[in-house]
């Protein structure tokens, strides 16, 4: 008999938040998405995020919320997409971060939503 492995509920809330951020890019890189792939790329982007927040570090917060925004800004949807990424900015801002994570709340796909 094969014996199941068993997860804690940490371990299945980073695996999902992982899994779903992986389905995300996969999607996005994708040449010919239909509706409904727009769709999914959409809830998994907030679903790994929800996952993140319940085991990742604030980095990890700040990395889903971006993603949240850029799915918005790829999929045309500027009120969202500048929704999320100001809630990047304000983790971004709160947390001080000094390295490479600061440019990445100020996405360039997002800047032509403000003007």
Not at 27 to 53: G, P, Q
Not at 75 to 91: E, G, Q, V
Request: hydrophobic share 40%; with cysteine; net charge negative.
């Amino acid at each position: 008999m094969i014996e199941e492995k068993k997860y804690s509920e940490k371990e299945c809330h980073k695996k999902f938040a992982v899994d779903l951020n992986n389905l995300v890019w996969s999607l996005l890189e994708r040449d010919n998405r239909i509706k409904k792939d727009d769709e999914m790329m959409v809830h998994a982007a907030h679903a790994s995020c929800f996952h993140w927040s319940k085991v990742g570090t604030e980095v990890n917060l700040q990395r889903g919320e971006w993603l949240i925004s850029h799915v918005y800004a790829v999929l045309n949807r500027p009120a969202s997409a500048l929704h999320y990424a100001k809630r990047c900015m304000d983790i971004t801002d709160e947390n001080k971060f000094g390295d490479w994570t600061e440019p990445l709340a100020g996405d360039r796909e997002l800047s032509y939503i403000v003007m």
